[in-house]
């Protein structure tokens, strides 16, 4: 029952109106469409049988989570409180339970995000100084959101049981009691074993408790099996009180050792190569609860098989069931602290709290083999790093977190740092960085080459960090988005978005898809969101291979395992369905790895292809006499047998591969397959490459243009178009048989398009256009249209001039990386869009915008595009697609429907 003013008490709330049913571990978000963003406080009730026992019994009543501050109530006794929304929390209420009928009553307060709101109401607990995670981007959760138990225990019982194992098979067990022993004088017997996979008890003592509270014992077994990802070994252990009271407690743990050290992972010893997503831990109908322990392990499962060996559990501490399925299937965690809020706003009640959370995780997540790392702040977030007393406090966080796991060997992050932002102290030196490819591909490609190298930059600059230079590196953060199918019924997290921002928002995407006439170039939604996903992998692989060409960078996490609600960006979409590509990254995230890199993506016929070649080596295969095999589409090919030892855990040249390119008479998408097998014929490692052949291009009298450029805003392309064979006539007569080149509306093409005549312009700037049309230019850079936070997908008409003649698909790939446009026009009406022959979309169809637009204008036509043509001459790519633009415009071709005005140039 919700109660909004917060003003009822036990007494008055049990026979209050406006009580419901309520499924027990589930958040009112999650199960009441009307309470979905409902904040503030709440009650629940529940009514049990406590039977009569004949011997002395402690009644325990326990909550895996509830979110935010509860208070507990047995037949109208308080019993006791708990602040925090992530761990479990017990009360014994012997005393308050009778035979018979009882109620429990808990009233729960989960502040709202409004400030105001807050600050009158809740004073105590702001919503940006308590840990909630990322609950503030996609949906809050409120109120009981994991199982509660009643449970009935003998009168001394076990609270708890830590193992804490090393892979040379000691062991050290330790055990608390609680209860009461009473009048008892005698010793309790206490039986201890460790079994291993079938049963059998590798190790049993026998103690004989006395009157302290912590038991404690250690032992060894020979040679055990160690947990790893590809072979999960689970122990068991089995603690139990004997007597007419007594009680079976069981957990299991595993045999694992992970390090951080020398710039380098390790686990179990051996070289640890890091292939992470990041899992946000949301799901279609439960928000923060899982729907099963088998539907966990069915998504690991399916995490594993593309490729993974860790999940970043992100800022979130996940249900103990998702714990338990990543140790039986063999997947490693990290996870993290929940933020307080997600700028940064630092208090020290804020740390104090988030400090206490992950006491609490260490605590109820000691025996899980699976959790190997763990962060304090993501991103900086609930701190400024530019005050010093900010940075003291996480520093000492860090050795807090340290020496609180030290038994564990957890390797400890301070900070998982992004932009502005560093670490101070630190096991790792992460980093995350976002880029849209093919836009921004060359600018990846240099941040990945600098982290590689190191930078000071990592690393506090004010004096104050304690970096060791050790620290491995790793890309803890970056990806892009693929669309999914859409689901028959629509979801009710399709109405959200992020802060209100149109560009994260799916709500109305099919009405997009027709409106902006994308129907028009794709034969439905699914087959649009079915290519999205191939360049979200062909993205993802340009990252990936990428990041692993470094030998320096030790790893690196996907943003992200799953879509979730309005973020597009998983492997799988929110329904754990994988994305199309799932086979193809598989291929890529092996512990073995053979990668190519091109210089360049685009060739002529006959020219060569250079691909240098480079295996990234963390598998336990030898590879000194492998085989090394290449071929191509066009039949190229090439064999040769790797004679030398190659170290595990580095990343070492192959030889490289040249060939010439294919003779086309068009434009053809054309592939290298690269195989690695052992001298058996095994298959190690595998993969391709695609490259982009364009037939040979001779220099022959192209035409007429007139080339307008007084201030230099196409630089050397005048000249590398009279090399191309055009013949470039002046803009000072207006000819309207003559097509105009510019790269600005001024006076003199407003002279041609007078005189009926057409032009071309190659828009380099926010000012091309007269400032009173319809058309506005806007850049990328600097806003959410640089697609590197949701991504943005450049499409061409690929059935239609002029992109017909350089197609290989309608969303845009690596094949245009030197024509991609620094600004888009935006103020084309939907139903204009037939006109536009290039265009962008944003995430989910949002902020549409051309890049490619034909017009009339006055007397004359106009084709207006931001694609750039700097490599016109020297790229295939570009110079193919402007001269196959320059054609359209002088062709009978050439019709517009749009009518725009274009304001009259002020002299």
């Known amino acids: 029952m919700t109660d909004p003013s917060g003003s009822l008490t036990t007494a008055n709330s049990v026979d209050a109106a406006g009580w419901r049913p309520v499924q027990p571990g589930l958040s009112w978000n999650a199960q009441f469409p009307d309470l979905r963003d409902y904040a503030g406080v709440a009650w629940y009730k529940v009514s049990f049988v406590a039977p009569q026992f004949s011997q002395a019994r402690r009644a325990l009543l326990h909550f895996g989570a509830v979110d935010y501050f509860s208070e507990v109530f047995v037949n109208g006794k308080p019993v006791g409180q708990h602040e925090g929304g992530y761990t479990p929390f017990s009360f014994d209420v012997t005393e308050a339970v009778r035979p018979g009928a009882n109620q429990v009553l808990v009233r729960v307060v989960d502040p709202p995000m409004n400030e105001a709101e807050n600050r009158a109401r809740f004073p105590k607990w702001m919503y940006n100084e308590i840990p909630h995670g990322k609950q503030n981007w996609y949906v809050q959760t409120g109120g009981i959101w994991q199982p509660v138990s009643l449970e009935f225990r003998p009168s001394v019982y076990i609270e708890r049981v830590h193992v804490t194992p090393q892979v040379n098979g000691d062991f050290k067990i330790e055990v608390r009691l609680a209860g009461s022993r009473g009048n008892a004088a005698h010793a309790i017997p206490l039986d201890v074993f460790v079994r291993d996979e079938s049963g059998h008890a590798d190790f049993h003592q026998t103690l004989q408790v006395g009157s302290g509270p912590e038991q404690t014992v250690t032992g060894h077994i020979n040679s055990p099996r160690l947990w790893s990802p590809d072979h999960p070994v689970l122990y068991s252990v089995e603690i139990a009180l004997a007597g007419s009271e007594g009680e079976t407690v069981y957990d299991r743990f595993g045999f694992r050792s992970f390090e951080a050290r020398n710039g380098m992972l390790y686990l179990n010893g051996e070289p640890f190569y890091m292939r992470a997503a990041l899992d946000q831990d949301f ?41 338990r399925a990543a140790d039986e299937v063999g997947m490693l965690v990290w996870y993290e602290i929940p933020s307080w809020n997600d700028a940064h706003h630092f208090a020290p009640v804020a740390a104090e709290r988030g400090e206490q959370i992950f006491a609490a995780m260490v605590d109820r997540d000691w025996n899980h083999p699976s959790i190997v790392i763990q962060s304090v702040i993501n991103e900086a977030w609930g701190s400024d790093l530019k005050q ?6 996480l520093r000492a966080a860090f050795e807090r977190a340290k020496q609180l796991t030290a038994p564990l060997g957890r390797v400890i992050d301070d900070n998982s740092a992004c932009c502005e932002n560093f670490h101070i102290k630190s096991d790792l030196a992460d980093f995350h960085q976002y880029y849209s490819i093919p836009d921004n591909s060359d600018k990846w490609d240099k941040w990945t080459a600098d982290f590689a190298s190191r930078p000071k930059w990592i690393f506090s600059p004010f004096g104050d960090a304690k970096p060791t230079g050790r620290e491995p590196l790793i890309v803890s953060e970056f990806g892009n988005w693929g669309l999914p199918k859409l689901p028959q019924e629509w979801p009710w997290w399709y109405g959200r978005d992020f802060e209100g921002r149109e560009v994260t928002r799916p709500a109305g995407v099919l009405g997009r898809f027709q409106d902006f006439r994308l129907d028009h170039i794709f034969n439905s939604f699914d087959s649009l969101a079915e290519e999205s996903q191939w360049h979200q992998f062909l993205s993802l692989k340009h990252e990936i291979e990428d990041i692993r060409s470094h030998s320096a960078i030790q790893g690196y996490v996907i943003t992200e395992f799953t879509d979730i609600n309005w973020e597009a960006n998983g492997l799988m979409d929110m329904w754990r369905q994988p994305k199309v590509y799932a086979t193809e990254l598989a ?6 790895a053979v990668l190519g890199q091109f210089a360049r993506h685009n060739f002529q016929s006959g020219e060569n292809v250079e691909l240098d070649v480079k295996f990234s080596h963390y598998g336990e295969n030898d590879l000194r006499g492998a085989w090394v095999t290449w071929f191509t589409d066009s039949g ?47 298959l190690l490692a595998e993969n391709h490459y695609d490259y982009f052949v364009f037939p040979n291009r001779s220099t022959v009298n192209r035409g007429v243009l007139k080339f307008h450029d007084p201030a230099r805003h196409l630089k050397e392309l005048g000249q590398s178009l009279l ?27 407003e002279a041609q398009i007078n005189q009926g005549g057409r032009v071309v312009l190659l828009i380099d700037s926010i000012d091309a256009l007269p400032a009173g049309t319809s058309l506005k230019v ?72 051309a890049l490619a637009v034909q017009m009339n204008a006055g007397k004359g036509k106009l084709l207006a595009t931001t694609f750039r043509f700097d490599a016109y001459g020297k790229d295939p790519y570009a110079t193919q697609l402007l001269d196959s633009i320059l054609r359209y415009a002088a062709s009978p071709g050439f019709m517009p429907r749009l009518n725009v005005v274009l304001d009259k140039v002020k002299e």
């Open 283 to 323: 799901y279609p109908e439960g928000v923060y609860t899982p729907p099963s322990e088998r539907y966990v392990r069915e998504m690991m499962r399916r995490g594993k098989r593309l490729g993974l060996n860790m999940l970043r559990c992100h800022i979130k501490v996940p249900d103990p069931l998702y714990l």
């Open 388 to 393: 010093q007393d900010q940075r003291a406090w």
């Open 587 to 592: 291929h890529i995230q092996q512990a073995d």
């Open 636 to 682: 190229a090919s090439g064999r040769y047998q790797y004679q030398h030892a190659i170290q595990r855990g580095d990343v070492t040249a192959l030889q490289h591969i040249s060939f010439p390119a294919a003779a086309v008479e068009k434009p053809q998408r054309q592939r290298v397959h690269l195989e690695v097998r052992g001298p058996d014929g095994a």
């Open 723 to 749: 090399a191309a064979g055009y013949s470039t006539g002046t803009a000072d007569t207006p000819d309207a048989h003559t097509v105009m080149l510019a790269a600005r509306y001024d006076a003199q093409v």
């Open 778 to 849: 806007a850049a990328h850079d600097g806003s959410d249209l640089d697609g590197n936070w949701v991504t943005n997908f450049n499409w061409v008409r690929a059935n239609a001039a002029p992109f017909d003649a350089v197609a290989f698909g309608r969303l845009l790939g690596l094949e245009s990386a030197s024509v991609v446009p620094h600004y888009i026009i935006q103020g084309v009406a939907p139903h204009d869009y037939d006109d536009v022959l290039s265009g962008v979309f944003y995430g989910w169809l949002n902020q549409n915008a």
